[in-house]
């Protein structure tokens, strides 16, 4: 073989060996972004099979609950799989967010609440909470909560097993980013029903007026 003939060979294999690369290289990038966008796919996909349309729904089916919310109420400590059948989950859309309200099993029993705005990573929120002897903290655990569309509150009722003890009912309004208390109220026996007295509300913000405003 002449010397232009192996320098030709020579090129022509240098030639594939670059094209197998760059297509290697192709191909594990769209790959890449294959499996970045599948799981976001997938997750829509399956509300759209559970949602059917619908904003506001309850969901008493195991089965039916979205496959991504069923790992993080598990990973929370949520057993809601021993509730769903007598509480339902309850999906409900508020300030443009998408929430589901999840009645987790116990003595007790709590719901905790995700924010599903993003599908793929439902996120548990916190509620503000009353702390004796004074001040607030948070708790994902808030009691038993109840949405109130024609007041656009949600009320979450915590008591205890023993009779003895008090129970308390906050109020929140539900601002997107979170949760805002609104108002406490205290009953003397967790085992009636009713009998709340308002122990805290939140005041009305009024700020002065800046020097110079009429």
Not at 117 to 140: A, C, I, N, Q
Not at 151 to 165: H, V, Y
Request: hydrophobic share 40%; proline share 6%; with cysteine.
């Amino acid at each position: 073989m002449s010397s232009t003939m192996r320098t030709v060979v020579s090129l022509l294999s240098a030639l594939v060996v670059a094209g197998l690369l760059l297509f290697g290289s192709v191909a594990a990038l769209l790959g890449q972004d294959h499996a970045e966008i599948d799981p976001r796919r997938e997750a829509y996909r399956e509300w759209e099979s559970i949602a059917n349309g619908r904003t506001d729904f309850d969901v008493s089916n195991v089965a039916l609950v979205p496959s991504r919310l069923a790992v993080a109420a598990t990973q929370s400590g949520c057993r809601y799989k021993e509730a769903i059948g007598e509480v339902p989950l309850r999906f409900i859309r508020v300030e443009g967010h998408r929430l589901a309200l999840v009645f987790c099993f116990g003595i007790i029993g709590s719901h905790q609440l995700f924010d599903l705005s993003d599908l793929t990573k439902p996120k548990l929120m916190e509620f503000p909470y009353l702390v004796r002897p004074e001040g607030f903290g948070t708790t994902s655990w808030p009691g038993k909560v109840a949405w109130k569309p024609d007041s656009g509150l949600f009320e979450a009722e915590a008591r205890s097993d023993l009779c003895s003890d008090p129970g308390v009912r906050h109020s929140y309004r539900f601002a997107g980013s979170g949760f805002i208390v609104i108002r406490v109220e205290v009953t003397p026996d967790s085992c009636v029903q009713g009998g709340w007295s308002t122990i805290w509300e939140s005041p009305r913000w009024s700020f002065p007026a800046r020097p110079g405003d009429r």
